[in-house]
């Protein structure tokens, strides 16, 4: 068996088979504030480029819409305060909440322009790259990406993360967040919910995400994949 090696504040440590080890999959190189193809050569996140719902960033085009593109956060207070209220707001998320993120997390890097964040499932060791970045030509705005590095669905996690971060936002003050809701994103939702009903899937994104996947019916209630009206878009 291969060392546990999971974050320090995982829910609990889990020896692996050497036949079954962590897939953490690569780091993206091309995070942080770049000059970004969907906007203009301006600077910002990177965008959610594979056509699978498994991201989430304020940088995208009109393909995105519904799908992986979300809106950024606005506060209403200094730059530094705000990005040690991100930070202070990580650092106290539970890992495990809603089943997810029980590998835990780290902050491993923070400046005075983004705070870059991996948190890990617990299962099988999958690592999530998250991100926010000040914009850096408009006072008053967080950017945001949060996006799996592998895999075709992530079943709500991305969603269930930020949504979590930016109901603890609120609570701080001085913050206007954005929600990832069926009615803001039925794309991305509608793709992760009947992607939770096949028999592979790590849980049931339904059973995990109820009131949101109740707006998609599963997929054998429909004739033909094109009736759900939940194909991926190309991109």
């Known amino acids: 068996q291969e060392p ?64 992986h593109k979300i809106s950024p956060w606005k506060f209403t207070k200094p730059n530094e305060e705000a990005l040690r209220d991100v930070e202070q707001t990580i650092l ?19 400046d005075s322009q983004c705070i870059y964040t991996q948190f890990e499932s617990l299962k099988r060791g999958h690592i999530d790259d998250v991100e926010f970045c000040l914009q850096y030509d408009k ?27 930016a109901e603890d936002l609120d609570q701080v003050g001085g913050w206007q967040t954005a929600k990832v809701t069926s009615k803001s994103h039925p794309r991305y939702w509608g793709l992760n919910c009947l992607g939770g009903d096949e028999t592979k899937a790590p849980f049931v994104t339904r059973d995990r ?8 019916p599963p997929r054998n209630l429909f004739i033909n994949d094109e009736d759900s009206g939940f194909a991926a878009p190309g991109r």
Do not use: H
Not at 141 to 165: K, P, T, Y
Not at 209 to 216: G, I, S, T
């Open 4 to 67: 546990a090696g999971a974050f320090e504040n995982a829910i609990k440590k889990i020896k692996r088979d050497l036949n079954n080890p962590k897939r953490k999959g690569p780091q993206p190189e091309d995070i942080g504030l770049m000059p970004r193809k969907d906007l203009g050569g301006d600077y910002g996140m990177k965008e959610c480029t594979d056509n699978t719902p498994n991201c989430l960033s304020t940088t995208g085009n009109a393909i995105d819409e519904g799908y």
């Open 209 to 216: 995400f109820p009131e949101v996947c109740k707006d998609f």
């Open 139 to 165: 006072q008053g705005v967080m950017l945001v990406r949060s996006s799996s590095r592998q895999g075709f669905w992530d079943f709500g996690v991305n969603a269930a993360r930020l949504n979590r971060l």
């Open 92 to 110: 106290k998320y539970p890992p495990g909440q809603q089943g997810i993120d029980g590998g835990g997390f780290k902050v491993f890097a923070s």
